[in-house]
């Protein structure tokens, strides 16, 4: 089973986690920007951040032959700050013009404010002007009301809801976001959010077009396996390797590929070879690098 993990924050994971991934099918990832636990007040660290997320864990997921990808996105949180905000949405069209960013993202709502609203739209028009699709962040807490807000700002910006991945969904929320034609995302959680048995009763009701699942693995308590996990279920509950295929990999490939940035079959050979030093540096510190 071949799987794209198309929403995994590996910043906070260890090494350990990336083989844990390769050995359960993982073959590709896609890392969005996000809350790193506690406020960044200063608009280099958010920099920092960036040229860690589009550098050095490309070259952490290359060790086990994993594409590393990215999203690049000031997350609806810390839009709240205006010691940071528009620093930050100055700085981003660089790295969004960078092979290996994907996306704009994790961009949308968090506690539903006018300044994120103001920052989720003009984020919006930097990936209409980069070509690039947004995976859009929706508020963990009155999730419907979240889901109509940011639906409503795709709307009234003009943003192709094609090019949009909502994510976070539960069973209140698929009606809304099918109905226009975003793709409709999931995070597969431990404790929270969603887990598998629910997501396949979703994927049995609902189908599996346009229809995305990530593991998330954030810094909480969360599972870097929950992807294949649910593919595990699926197959529990009689889907073939088709069905599954469709949802793990052939799903997140054909969203970031709007991107232009990626191709189905460069994913087909490994991504750097085994040794090769990143700015000087390799993972075996202390072995002679």
Excluded at 52 to 76: D, K, M, S
Excluded at 261 to 273: E, F, G, I, K, M
């Amino acid at each position: 089973m071949r799987i794209f993990e198309p929403h995994a924050h590996m910043f906070s994971r260890i090494t350990d986690d990336y083989e844990r991934m390769a050995l359960g099918g993982v073959e590709a990832i896609l890392e969005p920007a996000f809350w790193l636990g506690q406020p960044r007040t200063h608009v280099g660290t958010f920099l920092d951040y960036f040229d860690t997320l589009v550098g050095w864990e490309r070259y952490r997921a290359a060790q086990y032959g994993i594409h590393h990808f990215c999203a690049i996105g000031l997350n609806p949180k810390e839009a709240n700050d205006d010691r940071v905000n528009a620093g930050v949405l100055a700085e981003m069209p660089r790295y969004l013009e960078k092979d290996g960013v994907l996306a704009v993202g994790e961009i949308g709502f968090d506690d539903m404010t006018a300044r994120e609203e103001t920052f989720f739209a003009a984020q919006l028009e930097l990936a209409r002007t980069h070509g690039l699709p947004a995976l859009i962040h929706t508020p963990h807490r009155d999730k419907k009301a979240g889901v109509a807000r940011t639906l409503a700002v795709l709307k009234d910006v003009g943003f192709p809801y094609e090019r949009a991945l909502v994510d976070h969904n539960n069973e209140e929320t698929v009606a809304m976001c099918r109905d226009t034609g975003c793709w409709v995302g999931f995070s597969i959680y431990p404790n929270t959010k969603m887990d598998e048995g629910r997501m396949v009763t979703i994927l049995e009701r609902w189908g599996t077009d346009k229809m995305i699942i990530n593991s998330a693995c954030d810094w909480g308590k969360s599972d870097p396996l929950k992807v294949a996990r649910t593919a595990a279920e699926m197959r529990r509950r009689g889907y073939d390797d088709e069905g599954v295929a469709k949802l793990v990999w052939h799903n997140p490939i054909a969203f970031f590929a709007q991107s232009d940035r990626l191709l189905a079959h460069d994913l087909d050979q490994r991504p750097v070879v085994d040794g090769e030093l990143w700015q000087g540096n390799s993972i075996l510190r202390g072995q002679g690098a």
